[in-house]
């Protein structure tokens, strides 16, 4: 009696594509097409996996439960591979011929019987659908490429929920939960519509292949990520218990799968409106709708038709990025130049007309070549589906953020080279003259607050620019700002300002020195895999300089032949670690920072280190929303509304 499944929606999605793009019985893999590669699949297992072939026999009168069927079988096989190669899909067209050759001989050969001479090209009709190609899913062909395309909480999402045994049905809900977060991040990374199916089978894939412990070839795993119906149901505990379960599970399954079908539907159609929409607009809006000059700016307001023209209808494949703020688009302006817009924060969270209407005030004003200059911004209210929106308009940085640069994982150390010690120099004394410009070029002095590797930006020349002034603040004639609101990134917060909310040019020189240490050691400010818990940069690097090891702080790929003369490298250590003092009164200003590193001043002594800010003879009951430890030379708020964490 075959055991009853839940059909996975990622992989019928997948079958659904195979037979409504296809027509079915075209000229496929089977009736004996020839090859001269192999097929590096073992699919031996396709005799011997106890897999139902009901769907397929009796001349298949359900081609789609059939198609759905064998998908999942040979699907077993390419999550094999993937779990021994950690490659997606087969290497070339001619090895993707040659398994479906094999598949259709498996088929019809014993003990299953089938007719696999006609089902394969019917379920199957491109023999190369299996290979290999860049334009297949953001170009995904390998499982760090995955991982990369989902991000780190998506990944763990996957190993956690489809990692254990999956004969439990509500594990396997949740696995599919999980594949369906997954598959929505790897859809944006896809940044295409016709392309959003297909990552849903690699989803399946890496469920199966990679997050399971087990592997595809464990029945339960097969059965539960890959939809695939068995001869014998999995080891449970509860039999009548579990059929309710699956009773429960196969219309949630459906209903998600209607679910994710009509939205895209839904983008399309919305997209579509939304072309056309913005076309109406720009032939029929009238002179005063018009983009124009901000009076006394400098700036443009800019028409959220010429917006929408710039960005193709903000179309997924010109999004750059997304963070806490909202989403950056890439376009290109009437006049052929190019810009990045961010989209801000819905206005009904918290801050974020704040941050708006600051971003725009103090930079609309600013003009340096460390920083990222603004065009201008658009705010727009008569959309009636999207409400209240507003942009942001900068010149575009086409080499990204510094944080992709320096924090570099496998697979982008073989597509981009580390940086150089001319090009870290370059960038660190770029961001330095822009924090001076800052503090002593205008009048009176801004504080940026949140200086970071994701808010320095890189142009195509690979010189950095300060960026993101939503949380800047300008002072009060040169005295200390005192805030109840503390903003910023945690690790980056100078102690004083996270305890206190006590604001100086101090506080941008704390950060800079930790951003400093981190272009020089490729490590970021957190170290989470330390033995003895989390250990923040400054506490590392200070302790191993006062060990006489400084060298050790620097970046395995920086070669001190590098170094013009013996020192510099180190020098600049030592400035990151002093302009990260948790002592205020001994760091330096950031024009005394700039003297040090450029060697016109010499560096003093590296004082010694207090004990923490959270030291229990510190404080009083009033500040019990603190806690210390040993890791830290500074507090930890526990209060994370208070903490701009993004």
């Known amino acids: 009696m075959p055991t009853p499944k839940i059909l996975s929606p990622l992989l019928l999605v997948a079958v659904l594509l195979l037979l409504f793009t296809s027509p079915a019985g075209a000229a496929g893999a089977g009736g004996g097409n020839a090859t001269s590669e192999s097929c590096p699949l073992d699919l031996g297992y ?10 397929c026999a009796g001349g298949a009168p359900n081609m789609t439960a059939c198609c759905q069927t064998l998908l999942s079988v040979l699907g077993i096989g390419l999550a094999e591979r993937l779990r021994a190669t950690g490659r997606f899909r087969l290497p070339s067209a001619g090895a993707s011929a040659a398994c479906l050759e094999g598949f259709e001989e498996a088929l019809s050969g014993a003990p299953l019987g089938l007719p696999g001479s006609s089902l394969v090209p019917a379920c199957f009709p491109v023999p190369d659908q299996f290979a290999i190609t860049p334009s297949y899913c953001a170009g995904v062909a390998t499982a760090a490429d995955f991982a990369a395309a989902v991000g780190n909480d998506s990944v763990q999402a996957l190993n956690s929920t489809c990692g254990s045994d999956l004969a439990s049905p509500s594990r396997c809900l949740s696995c599919l939960n999980a594949g369906i977060g997954a598959t929505s991040r790897l859809t944006t990374a896809a940044a295409n519509d016709t392309k959003s199916i297909p990552c849903f089978y690699l989803t399946v894939l890496y469920a199966a292949g990679v997050s399971n412990t087990a592997g595809p070839t464990y029945p339960p795993t097969a059965a539960c990520a890959l939809g695939l119906g068995l001869t014998s149901p999995p080891s449970t505990p509860s039999k009548s218990k579990n059929t309710a379960i699956y009773a429960t599970a196969i219309p949630i399954a459906f209903v998600l799968l209607a679910s994710l079908l009509a939205f895209f539907l839904w983008r399309k159609r919305k997209d579509a409106n939304n072309k056309k929409k913005n076309h109406k607009i720009s032939e029929e809006g009238s002179a005063e709708r018009r983009s124009h000059p901000r009076p006394n700016t400098g700036s443009i307001l800019f ?16 999004l750059v990025g997304r963070g806490g ?8 302006l009437a006049d052929g130049s190019v810009v990045a817009v961010k989209k801000m924060l819905d206005p009904e969270v918290e801050g974020g007309d704040e941050e708006f209407t600051n971003e725009v005030e103090i930079i609309s004003h600013l003009r340096h070549r460390n920083l ?19 942009f942001l308009v900068y010149d575009f940085m086409p080499n990204g953020a510094l944080e992709d640069f320096i924090f570099r994982d496998r697979e982008a150390s073989a597509k981009r080279p580390p940086l150089t010690w001319a090009q870290r120099r370059s960038i660190i004394l770029d961001v330095a003259r822009g924090l001076e410009y800052l503090h002593y070029g205008v009048k009176p002095a801004i504080y940026h607050r949140d200086i970071k590797a994701t808010n320095i930006l890189l142009d195509g020349e690979m010189r950095a620019r300060v960026a993101d002034f939503g949380l800047a ?15 910023g990134t945690h690790g980056y917060l100078a102690p004083e300002y996270a305890l206190y909310g006590q604001l100086t040019e101090k506080s941008d020189v704390y950060s800079f020195g930790v951003l400093l240490l981190e272009i020089m050691s490729a490590r970021r400010v957190l170290d989470m895999t330390a033995p003895a818990g989390p250990v923040l940069i400054t506490d590392w690097a200070w302790t191993l300089v006062k060990a006489g090891q400084s060298r050790e702080v620097l970046d395995g790929a920086l070669s001190t032949a590098e170094s013009p003369r013996g020192g510099v490298m180190e020098r600049f250590v030592l400035v990151g670690i002093l302009c990260a003092h948790v002592m205020v ?3 330096p200003t950031i024009v005394e920072a700039v003297r040090m590193l450029e060697g016109d001043m010499d ?30 030379s500074g507090p930890i708020m526990d209060n994370g509304d208070m903490l701009r964490l993004t």
């Open 603 to 632: 560096i003093p002594e590296l004082p010694d280190r207090p004990l923490p800010y959270g030291h229990n003879l510190m404080f009083s009951e009033a500040w019990s929303n603190f806690s210390a430890s040993p890791a830290f």
């Open 372 to 390: 990222v200059p603004l065009r201008g911004c658009c705010i727009a209210d008569d959309d009636v589906e999207e409400g209240k929106q507003r």
């Open 585 to 587: 009164a001994l760091r």
């Open 303 to 318: 028409d959220i038709a010429e917006l929408a023209k710039a960005t193709d209808g903000f179309a997924d494949r010109n």
């Open 473 to 487: 603040r300008r002072s009060r004639e040169g005295q200390s700002h005192l805030t109840t609101r503390v903003a």
């Open 325 to 332: 703020f909202g989403a950056v688009y890439r376009g290109v």
């Open 46 to 55: 396709v005799r011997t996996f106890p897999w139902d072939p009901t769907p």
